[in-house]
């Protein structure tokens, strides 16, 4: 099946620091790209939708200043949480999807996660 | 706006029981539902994707079934093992997840 990787698995930073997540499709051209936040034992929530060469689509409530996020590829999407706090920690997942959009005819393949935790 | 709740939220059983997990959502124009597994602190593994116009799809000892008309889906587990103890999720046009269920399969 097809492969997506995130990078790093996790880190640990200093509240005021900024950090950057990559999140690859290792074999197959991601057209669209989706950035979850999970926090413990909840489920996962949208952040936002990034097509590549477009500026990315923010869910309700997402600060699109502090979470930069970058499409700049068909393989590669990253995020950036600018200026990061304590409650900035969380999981973060990122999925890959060869369609554009809601197509019924392609899964979305998810990276492994990265997991923050800001000081 | 879409919601979509799984039920139940969490459930413990003996090797080699049965199971059904059930995901109910609330708007039925859907394009496509699927199941993932969660392992504790990893991401997400895809297990069966049910376009709008399928009714079911089965891969192993897993069945997930599709009826629109009633908002719901349902995961069967047949014959289950401690290996699929994990967190199920349903998510509704790649999209929106539900809460999940925390499987436990003791020996």
Not at chain 2, 42 to 47: D, E
Not at chain 2, 54 to 83: H, M, V
């Given at each position: 099946g097809a492969v997506v990787s995130q990078h790093p698995s996790w880190v640990i930073c200093k509240s005021g620091t900024s950090v950057k997540i990559e999140c690859r499709s290792l074999d197959f051209q991601a057209t669209t790209m989706f950035w979850y936040r999970q926090f413990p034992k909840q489920s996962l929530m949208l952040m936002a939708t990034s097509n590549e060469g477009s500026k990315a689509t923010y869910e309700q409530g997402v600060e699109k200043d502090k979470f930069l996020i970058n499409h700049a590829s068909l393989t590669l999407s990253t995020l950036t949480v600018t200026s990061?706090?304590?409650?900035?920690s969380s999981f973060y997942i990122c999925s890959a999807s060869p369609s554009r959009g809601l197509s019924s005819y392609n899964e979305q393949f998810f990276g492994p996660g990265t997991r923050l935790t800001v000081l | 706006k879409q919601e979509v709740t799984q039920i139940p939220a969490a459930l413990s059983v003996p090797e080699g029981e049965n199971l059904v997990l059930n995901c109910s959502f609330t708007d039925s124009a859907i394009y496509n539902l699927q199941w993932f597994?969660?392992?504790?602190?990893?991401?997400?593994?895809?297990?069966?994707?049910?376009?709008?116009?399928?009714?079911?799809?089965?891969?192993?000892?897993?069945?997930?079934?599709?009826?629109?008309?009633?908002?719901?889906?349902?995961?069967?587990?047949?014959?289950?093992?401690?290996?699929?103890?994990?967190?199920?999720?349903?998510?509704?046009?790649?999209l929106i997840f539900g809460t999940g269920t925390r499987l436990q399969v003791f020996p």
């Open positions: 990061a706090h304590p409650e900035d | 597994r969660q392992d504790p602190g990893k991401g997400l593994t895809s297990l069966l994707l049910i376009q709008s116009s399928q009714r079911e799809q089965t891969s192993g000892r897993l069945n997930a079934s599709l009826d629109k008309s009633s908002g719901r889906s349902t995961l069967y587990i047949a014959a289950s093992q401690p290996g699929d103890s994990a967190t199920y999720l349903c998510v509704v046009d790649k």
